[in-house]
Structure formats: structure tokens, C-alpha cells
């Protein structure tokens, strides 16, 4: 219920700004600063009650995750104390979140003793570091020897729970399309079609049409690169917290290296690093998709974003989504179409996104927002045809000394992840005059 007051409180909050500017708009007449203020104001609260909503809908999954942990704890130490049976196994499939288009993924994990083991193995590893392992249990998480420097892999349970914790977090992870873990190869190459076919011949009942001759493939190559994230975690936290140290360890991880790919699926410049969809590039999406026509040089227009919106084709658009930052919302808020009706509208229901020009609408920090000549503010596009591949390889230092005097203990992250799009025609950048 909460959820539910706080979606209607917003929506008042964004009708009590548009009516400043409606007023001004019916005296003819520009809005004084006065009513430039208090719409900023208005605005600016129902951004922090859309940030509010967030947050405790994700408290929500969080508190349902920690009771799904501690259950699954409680199996794993009582099948640690079944030890007569040491050939025991089981075999657990975690579901990831789906991609944009549907596509289900998940991680099969084979639960065993040395499973087990490997799981008591890093939670000490988190607490004491590498210096309160045995030798057994550092070979146990020591299985990537590039890593060297004292990194030792995770179980791949975390790892997984690591994914879906980025896919929760990261809006690019959520619309796009997450392709299942590269578990062995160090990089995927998959075609691209770059020219269409001719259109089909109309012919006889036995004739086979003319040969196509335009029709052409490329190949994109995607190689997760690795992301690296350092942390530091209260000691005393870490040792008396209700949370297993697994999953607070997790939690803020996945919160670290949720900005660095956010940033990366977003701005990306492509080598050693996502290719963002900002990035005006060939490989990606070229300035060919840039559409600016109607918008001013300080100022998106209605009629600028619907040549957005039609630059794509009726394909795309039937799963397109529009993508702006908090600031382009505060301008949205203020365009009206031919008939004077405003073309945002703000969601009232949880989990439902807003809607610009009857398409969804989704809000990031890190798409661009200096609204100056020449500059993208924002993108729409069917992101099924953004991909994103992750290696399913996590590993972590434990600095345990290095921070002692200030009661902390520090963590050091390595994931690795690539993205780009592979099919420009899909994406419409807003582009100022």
C-alpha cells in the first residue's frame, strides 16, 4: 500500500507542476521565475518519490533473496552434516531474468561435498582472508591461474546470484538482451546482417525469382573484458551482521559494478569496454541514426521526438523503449502535442514504467544531459538489439590488514562483461539542433 500512495502522491506532484506551466500558457505569456522555481521543485520531489519507490521495491527482493539464502545455508550444513553419503549430489538450476525478447536463461549448479566445501571455504575467505585458509581450501578457490596476485575464484553459486543482482540493478541489463554466461570460450563472434535481400520477385508457379545479390554478413566479436571494484566493509558489520557475509559482500558488489557497466553499456567506447549506444560508431550505431531535425539547439520539441520515433521502423517500434536522464524527464514534463495534451506520463502503478508518446519510458544517471548544440540527450530503440555477454568468472581479493586502523575490511572484484548493439537500424538518437 505504501508503494501504491507514494505512485499517487508523485503523479499530484507532476500535475501541480505542469500547472504553473499551464497557467502561464493560458495568459499567454512565458512563466515567470517564480513558477519556474516552484515547478523545478515540484518535479525535483516527485524524482526523489520515483527514487523512494525504487528503493523499496528492491528492499523488497532483497529481504525475499536474504530468506532464500538462509534457507539455502541451512541445506547446505545439513547436507554437510550427512557425510555418509559422500557421492550425494544434486543439481540446481538458478533462473536469471529473462532478456527484453524472451529469451529464458539460467545457470545450472552442481551441488555436491566439494560444493559444500567451497562455499565454507569463501565465506572464511571474506572474513579472514586468504590467511585463514587451509591449503586445501585456497586449491578449491584458486582455479583460474591468470588471476594471480592472490585473487581466488568464487563459488559459482555467488557468481550467479552476482548476475542476477547486476540484472536487477542495471536498467540496460533489464531492457536489453543478456545472453546466457560465457562459461569456457574467452570470446563469442556472432553475425550481423548488414544488408537486407532484395525485395521477393513476383514469377510463375515453377520460377525460383532472380538471384539476390546484396544480401551481405559481418561478424561482431564479443569479448568480456574485466571490470575491476574495490570496497571497504565495517569488520564489525561483516562479523555481527544478520546477513550472511556471502551476501553483503554481494549486495555492495553488485552495486559497484552495476555503475561501471551501466556507464559502459551506455558510453561505452568500445575497446577494452562495452560499446555504449551513445558512441557514435560504425561497429555500433552510426551518427546515420542521429535525428535532430525540429529539436532546438537548447531544447527537445514534440515534433523533434516524433521524428524519433518514426525514423524507426514499425517493427522496431512495437518494442521500442525510450531512454533519458532524470534531467530530460524535467523536460519532458513540459512539451504538450498539437492538441495541447502532455506527451509523458508519469506510471501510478509499481513496476510499470512510465510512458512517453505510448511507448515505455526508463530512466538512467548516466545518458547524457548537457543540453547544448549537437549533444545526445536521449535514444529510443527496441534493445533486444543490444546484447550483453558475461563470462562467468568472478574473482576476489581480500585485503583483511590493509585497512585494520579504521576497523574495515577491504574487497577487491574482478567481472567480466561485454555489450554493444548489432543492429543500428533498431536505435533512434535524440540529437539537439
Not at 513558477?35 to 521543485?41: C, I
Not at 574495490?230 to 552495476?258: A, M, N
Not at 516524433?306 to 518494442?319: L, M, P, S, T, V
Amino acid at each position: 500500500m505504501i508503494v501504491k500512495e507514494m505512485l499517487e502522491k508523485r503523479a499530484g506532484l507532476i500535475e501541480q507542476a505542469r500547472g504553473f506551466m499551464d497557467k502561464a500558457k493560458t495568459e499567454k505569456r512565458e512563466p515567470t521565475a517564480e513558477e519556474r522555481a516552484a515547478f523545478d521543485k515540484a518535479m525535483d520531489d516527485a524524482a526523489t518519490l520515483k527514487a523512494n519507490v525504487d528503493r523499496v521495491t528492491r528492499l523488497e527482493g532483497e529481504e525475499k533473496e536474504l530468506r532464500t539464502v538462509r534457507e539455502r545455508r541451512g541445506e547446505l550444513e545439513t547436507a554437510e552434516k550427512n557425510k555418509g553419503d559422500e557421492q550425494r549430489s544434486e543439481r540446481r538450476v538458478i533462473e536469471l531474468r529473462p532478456s527484453v525478447s524472451g529469451v529464458n536463461r539460467s545457470i545450472t549448479i552442481e551441488c555436491n561435498q566439494a560444493m559444500i566445501a567451497e562455499q565454507r571455504a569463501f565465506s572464511r575467505l571474506l572474513l579472514d582472508g586468504p590467511k585463514g585458509l587451509s591449503g586445501e581450501e585456497i586449491r578449491a578457490l584458486q582455479k583460474d591461474r591468470d588471476t594471480g596476485g592472490g585473487y581466488l575464484s568464487a563459488p559459482m553459486e555467488f557468481k550467479a546470484q552476482l548476475i542476477q543482482k547486476l540484472d536487477d540493478d542495471v536498467i540496460m541489463r533489464q531492457i536489453g538482451n543478456v545472453l546466457p554466461p560465457v562459461t569456457t570460450a574467452d570470446s563469442l563472434g556472432f553475425p550481423t546482417l548488414e544488408n537486407d535481400p532484395d525485395d521477393a520477385d513476383w514469377t510463375t508457379e515453377l520460377g525460383t525469382g532472380n538471384e539476390d545479390s546484396t544480401m551481405s554478413f559481418g561478424r561482431r566479436e564479443f569479448k568480456p573484458e574485466p571490470a575491476a571494484k574495490r570496497l571497504k566493509i565495517s569488520e564489525t558489520l561483516v562479523r555481527r551482521s544478520g546477513i550472511p557475509v556471502d551476501g553483503l559482500v554481494k549486495d555492495r558488489l553488485g552495486y559497484k559494478f552495476g555503475i561501471t557497466q551501466e556507464k559502459g553499456y551506455l558510453n561505452g567506447s568500445g575497446a577494452k569496454q562495452p560499446l555504449g549506444v551513445f558512441t557514435a560508431s560504425d561497429q555500433g550505431i552510426s551518427t546515420g541514426r542521429d535525428v535532430s531535425t525540429d529539436n532546438t539547439t537548447t531544447a527537445m520539441t514534440f515534433n523533434g521526438l516524433k521524428n524519433a520515433e518514426f525514423f524507426i521502423k514499425a517493427g522496431y517500434r512495437r518494442r521500442a523503449s525510450w531512454l533519458f536522464h532524470r534531467d530530460g524527464i524535467r523536460e519532458l514534463a513540459k512539451i504538450v502535442d498539437g492538441e495541447g495534451r502532455y506527451i509523458w506520463a508519469g506510471s501510478v502503478v509499481a513496476g510499470r514504467p512510465d510512458m512517453l508518446l505510448n511507448m515505455p519510458f526508463y530512466e538512467s544517471e548516466y545518458v547524457p544531459n548537457t543540453f547544448e548544440t549537437g549533444l545526445y540527450v536521449g535514444i529510443l530503440g527496441d534493445f533486444s538489439y543490444y546484447w550483453i555477454v558475461d563470462a562467468l568468472t568472478f574473482t576476489i581479493k581480500v585485503l583483511a590488514e590493509l585497512y585494520a586502523e579504521t576497523n574495515q575490511i577491504g574487497y577487491i572484484g574482478r567481472f567480466e562483461s561485454d555489450g554493444m548493439p548489432i543492429l543500428e537500424e533498431a536505435f533512434a538518437r535524440v540529437k539537439l539542433g
